[in-house]
């Protein structure tokens, strides 16, 4: 089956200073992928979509000069934390989709990562 | 857009029993909607999933089911074991792009 991988796994950093996610497909090219956040307890919310090649879009209430967004080839976008405070102290996780049958998407999430902002 | 409706919030049932899990959508362009279990610290992982063109789906012990008509998808587990013990979330997609229900903590007692 389809594999994403998400690196690092987890990460603890000092507020103000920025982190690095980042989101590979393995065995499948990804012309987008899904960023999400989920805080505890909570579900995954969507915060953006990744395009190859182009801008990320934004959901509403996500600060796009904050959580920068690159999609640099077709396995691989980053994520980048800016300037980060606790109240971004989250699990984020990625997602790929592939198309499958019927003309639906199966979307193949990362592991996620968890970012401690101190 | 969309939005996932997902009941109840918490389930606990004893080994063996069944489980339910209901959701509704609101968008009728949604045409895949996957079930993930999650386990604590870690991502959601697929359990099973179903399209539009079908109604009902089964995979061993799990089986979903879908109403097009009504926009409800539902979640069945049979003969539950303490590892089925997790957060469980529904999904509706469409052109991979997932909104997630709110989540189902189930609770499997020995």
């Known amino acids: 089956g389809a594999v994403v991988s998400q690196h690092p796994s987890w990460v603890i950093c000092k507020s103000g200073t920025s982190v690095k996610i980042e989101c590979r497909s393995l065995?499948?090219?990804?012309?987008?992928m899904f960023w999400y956040r989920q805080f505890p307890k909570q579900s995954l919310m969507l915060m953006a979509t990744?395009?190859?090649?182009?801008?990320?879009?934004?959901e509403q209430g996500v600060e796009k000069d904050k959580f920068l967004i690159n999609h640099a080839s077709l396995t691989l976008s980053t994520l980048t934390v800016t300037s980060a405070h606790p109240e971004d102290s989250s699990f984020y996780i990625c997602?790929?989709?592939?198309?499958?049958?019927?003309?639906?998407?199966?979307?193949?999430f990362g592991p996620g990562t968890r970012l401690t902002v101190t | 857009g969309e939005n996932v409706e997902q009941h109840p919030s918490t389930l606990s049932v004893q080994e063996g029993d069944s489980a339910v899990i209901k959701c509704t959508y609101s968008?009728?362009?949604?045409?895949?909607f996957p079930w993930y279990k999650q386990e604590l610290g870690k991502g959601p992982q697929l359990i099973i999933d179903?399209?539009?063109?079908?109604g009902e789906k089964k995979d061993q012990r799990i089986a979903v089911t879908l109403n097009k008509t009504a926009k409800h998808f539902s979640l069945h587990i049979t003969e539950t074991q303490p590892e089925d013990s997790a957060v469980y979330f529904c999904?509706?997609?469409?052109?991979?792009?997932?909104?997630f229900g709110d989540g189902t903590t189930l609770t499997v007692k020995p």
């Open positions: 997602s790929a989709p592939r198309l499958g049958g019927y003309g639906s998407y199966e979307q193949y």
């Open positions: 065995d499948f090219q990804a012309t987008t």
């Open positions: 990744s395009n190859e090649g182009s801008k990320a879009t934004y």
């Open positions: 968008d009728s362009a949604s045409n895949y």
């Open positions: 179903i399209r539009s063109n079908v």
């Open positions: 999904a509706a997609s469409a052109g991979g792009k997932s909104t």
